[in-house]
């Protein structure tokens, strides 16, 4: 399956300015699998290493780290002559060896011409709760996602409606009926399926909910595991419970964080460390309230005010037992949840290209689900799960703040007009 990171990857390969990449991100989202995509394709070898499933290769780093003494050892480990520039090394589960990671240093120092590539699902966690020496200024640093709906598109052989949603984006022009109808089912199907190229693998080969739904189950269980299994004694119920709670409260009318609803009388102080251990490993992403509408966003967030969205829409359906007919068909019974599974996917789309979210609420309670920062102006967005597109919140706010131009998400087809874009759900990559 294609994914866009190859191109970041490309990029990186032939980069005069080429450092060692750590490629991080939440487990299962396909960052071993890119990389020795990568690799065969662009190398003549690649020498792979798995700190996970070779614990021995720590007693190698325990040593001594310079790249003079590495290199030949490792060569040995993988049977085959590593060359400069010719071989791509990969060190997979990096987070688990302190030592190698500190190893980058000198690689980047003393052996440039050498292509290293380090990945790790809880490279944030590790970093943050050990004491790691990290190679700052010394690495490339990129952070990969689950695949976002062009991806998803691309998986299932509808790479021209892609081009043709791209082109519609860009003109504001209505896509045809029914190719609108067909999106509008594909991104349904997205939001059964998500994002994690073993699901979207499992969907592509037999189109079965239930298979996927149950990779979807594998990966929630792997999820808390790691819980148990690099978290601290006391923080594992805790991070339980507030990973639970992330998905409950998307069902509120209200979904900003409360911890309050975490737990009975639940404070900040109780729950931080929990939410920050979700967030290190990938598993979360946090949008605070912007208190004011200036240049820049970070500077004039609410540290106390912010909503939790799940890294991954479909392990959110998984994780709430929603059947797949449900979602596909959007019964009312879902009304309550519709809201919170909606913006939690634009958001996914939104990250995925780059952008640090925000949202914005008025004293009188009109919100605004994002702001962003695009083409260097601060843009509204409001996402609505069906096709009403009152937005008094959306007047509210032109009003307030006069934006060049607002965006509409819904599932009514492009357009423009009254200084609102309106753009449907299935083509939020586009954003």
Not at 96 to 117: G, N, Q
Not at 173 to 189: C, E, G, K, N, V
Request: hydrophobic share 40%.
């Amino acid at each position: 399956m294609y994914r866009k990171i190859l191109d970041y990857l490309e990029e990186w390969r032939t980069s005069p300015h080429r450092k060692p990449l750590i490629l991080q991100g939440a487990r299962q989202v396909g960052k071993t699998y890119a990389v020795l995509a990568f690799g065969r394709a662009c190398y003549d070898q690649v020498a792979y290493f798995n700190f996970e499933t070779n614990p021995r290769l720590n007693e190698t780093f325990a040593e001594n780290i310079s790249p003079q003494y590495l290199i030949p050892i490792l060569s040995h480990i993988a049977g085959q002559t590593i060359v400069k520039e010719k071989t791509l090394i990969v060190f997979d589960e990096i987070q688990l060896c302190e030592r190698a990671l500190t190893s980058l240093k000198y690689f980047c120092e003393e052996a440039p011409d050498y292509h290293i590539i380090v990945a790790g699902s809880l490279l944030g966690v590790a970093v943050n709760r050990k004491q790691f020496s990290f190679p700052v200024g010394k690495v490339d640093i990129k952070t990969m996602y689950p695949m976002d709906m062009e991806e998803f598109l691309f998986a299932l052989g509808e790479t021209e409606l892609s081009e043709r949603i791209r082109e519609c984006f860009e003109t504001d022009t209505p896509l045809p009926s029914a190719l609108h109808d067909a999106a509008l089912q594909l991104y349904r199907q997205y939001l059964v399926v998500g994002g994690m190229p073993e699901c979207v693998t499992k969907f592509v080969e037999t189109g079965d909910y239930i298979l996927v739904r149950h990779v979807q189950d594998t990966i929630l269980a792997r999820y808390l595991n790691d819980m148990s299994k690099y978290n601290n004694l006391n923080e594992i119920k805790k991070t339980r419970l507030a990973y639970d709670s992330i998905t409950t409260q998307l069902s509120k009318q209200n979904t900003r964080f409360q911890y309050k609803l975490v737990k009975k009388g639940g404070r900040a102080s109780e729950f931080e460390n929990a939410i920050e251990w979700l967030l290190l490993s990938g598993i979360v992403w946090k949008v605070y309230r912007a208190e004011q509408i200036r240049k820049p966003l970070e500077n004039y967030r609410d540290i106390d005010a912010f909503k939790i969205y799940v890294s991954d829409v479909g392990l959110l359906c998984a994780k709430k037992d929603l059947m797949a007919n449900d979602i596909l068909y959007m019964v009312e019974e879902l009304n309550d949840f519709k809201g919170g599974m909606v913006e939690n996917y634009v958001n996914t789309q939104l990250v995925q290209n780059g952008y640090r979210t925000c949202y914005w609420e008025s004293p009188r309670g009109a919100e605004i689900d994002f702001i962003i920062q695009r083409e260097g102006k601060l843009i509204p967005v409001e996402v609505k799960s069906a096709d009403n597109t009152k937005a008094k919140s959306l007047k509210v706010y032109m009003d307030t703040y006069e934006p060049a131009y607002a965006i509409k998400l819904s599932t009514k087809n492009f357009g423009f007009e009254d200084g609102k874009k309106t753009v449907p759900l299935y083509a939020a990559f586009c954003i």
